[in-house]
Each structure stands twice: as structure tokens, then as C-alpha cells.
């Protein structure tokens, strides 16, 4: 999902989606639904810090060291995590405006009153 772009934060039950706007979901969504990646970023968006080293993250894992990179590369480009290389180490912490507006696609219509 495109940081510079404005964000439609309505639900797909509310409005048809553009094309444009489905596709950047569909990364997002695509993303998460690999087990790993999904699991990377709860360990990063929970972490109590806010951020937490990748060596902290490969720990979790029986998974080699560049399959981890790859799957937080996934992450990156598809908005949900930001990263921030401080010497040997790399930092990541979760978006969670992309989080939101993935919830907000998903949350159900708001019925209307109508008087």
C-alpha cells in the first residue's frame, strides 16, 4: 500500500472497490496470508517496545536467515512494516494504519436508518 496516497478507509460492503484500491489490498492481504508472514507481523506489531530487532526475530523460527529476510521484504513492500537499519541490526515496527484500513475493508456494512 502506496504511503503517499490518500487512503479510502470505507468497506468493501459499503462501496465497490476501485481497481486501483483492490489491488493494494490484495497486497496487503496477500502478504498476511502466509503463516510465516502472519506470524512476523504479530510478533512485530505486539512486541511491547514497538519495534524489535530482526536478530530477535529469526530466533522464532526454524527458518534460515534470508528466507526471514524475504518474508519481511514481503511485509515492507506491502505497507504493513517500516524498518530502520541501526549499525549490524535491522529495526522493524508495525504500520498500523495499513492494519486499520485492512479492518476497515473488512468491517461490515453500517446499516442506515431510514425515517
Known sequence: ??????????????????????AELA???????DPVRLRLFSLIASHPNGEVCVCDLTEAFDLTAPTIS?????????GLIDSERRRTWVYY???PDTLGQLSA????????AVS
Request: proline share 6%.
Open 93 to 95: 515496527r508495525a504500520l
Open 1 to 22: 500500500m502506496s504511503k503517499q496516497r490518500a487512503r479510502s478507509t470505507a468497506s468493501l460492503a459499503e462501496r465497490p472497490v476501485t481497481p486501483e484500491r483492490a
Open 105 to 112: 475493508a473488512l468491517a461490515p456494512a453500517v446499516a442506515t
Open 70 to 78: 524475504h518474508h519481511l521484504k514481503v511485509l515492507r513492500n506491502a
Open 27 to 33: 497486497q496487503a492481504f496477500k502478504a498476511i496470508a
